[in-house]
T-cell receptor
Framework: ETGVTQSPTHLIKTRGQQVTLRCSSQ?????VSWYQQALGQGPQFIFQ???????GRGNFPPRFSGLQFPNYSSELNVNALELDDSALYLC?????????????FGPGTRLTVL | DAKTTQPTSMDCAEGRAANLPCNHS???????VYWYRQIHSQGPQYIIHGLKNNETNEMASLIITEDRKSSTLILPHATLRDTAVYYCIVRAPVTGNQFYFGTGTSLTVIP
């Protein structure tokens, strides 16, 4: 069974640029959630996708957007990067949207905005 | 919004039981208690979850008080590899509902 994978591992961008981060869900999982983790903080929920539709969103501006594909892989896009967007971005997959299902996290993508 | 309160840090001697407390005094009847941990620079790892009854798996035990306002995660024989940040989360089984991680407890296992 393949776990959750994310790419790239590290990324450096400059303020104002756009970035796309990618996530492959664990086999059989149709739900993916994205989180932002600033240094020294716990992960903060960005949004969740279920069967290619956004299924819940945290307190993040519209310049954070996402996609989920038919194979349940996912992308997180961030436009007009700001310095505060520097963080570890985590994706997590689960076999459903219900609260009974634990989420399985990938290793994350470390984004640095200069 | 913070739904749980955890100590910022704890130490535990290797081989001893690590008992990590969590207060969730405003927990609703349908909210589960989840525990995750995050070893430095890795993604969070699921440990255990429960609703009202105590739960045990190969990693840990979860003790939930009768009024459900607090819980304790027990690592029965802590090893150095258990050094991590431990997050206690309450979450209702509602579609799209998110996990609120808070800042967790940083557990250091001492040789």
């Amino acid at each position: 069974e393949t776990g959750v994978t994310q790419s790239p591992t590290h990324l450096i961008k400059t303020r104002g640029q756009q970035v796309t981060l990618r996530c492959s869900s664990q086999s059989g999982h149709n739900t993916v959630s994205w989180y932002q983790q600033a240094l020294g903080q716990g992960p903060q929920f960005i949004f969740q996708y279920y069967r290619e539709e956004e299924n819940g969103r945290g307190n993040f501006p519209p310049r954070f957007s996402g996609l989920q594909f038919p194979n349940y892989s996912s992308e997180l896009n961030v436009n007009a990067l700001e310095l505060d967007d520097s963080a570890l971005y985590l994706c997590a997959s689960s076999p459903g949207t219900g609260g009974y299902n634990e989420q399985f996290f990938g290793p994350g993508t470390r984004l640095t905005v200069l | 919004d913070a739904k749980t309160t955890q100590p910022t840090s704890m130490d535990c001697a290797e081989g001893r039981a690590a008992n990590l407390p969590c207060n969730h005094s405003t927990i609703s009847g349908n909210e589960y208690v989840y525990w995750y941990r995050q070893i430095h620079s890795q993604g969070p790892q699921y440990i255990i979850h429960g609703l009202k009854n105590n739960e045990t798996n190969e990693m840990a035990s979860l003790i939930i008080t009768e009024d459900r306002k607090s819980s304790t995660l027990i690592l029965p024989h802590a090893t150095l590899r258990d050094t991590a940040v431990y997050y206690c989360i309450v979450r209702a089984p509602v579609t799209g509902n998110q996990f609120y991680f808070g800042t967790g407890t940083s557990l250091t296992v001492i040789p």
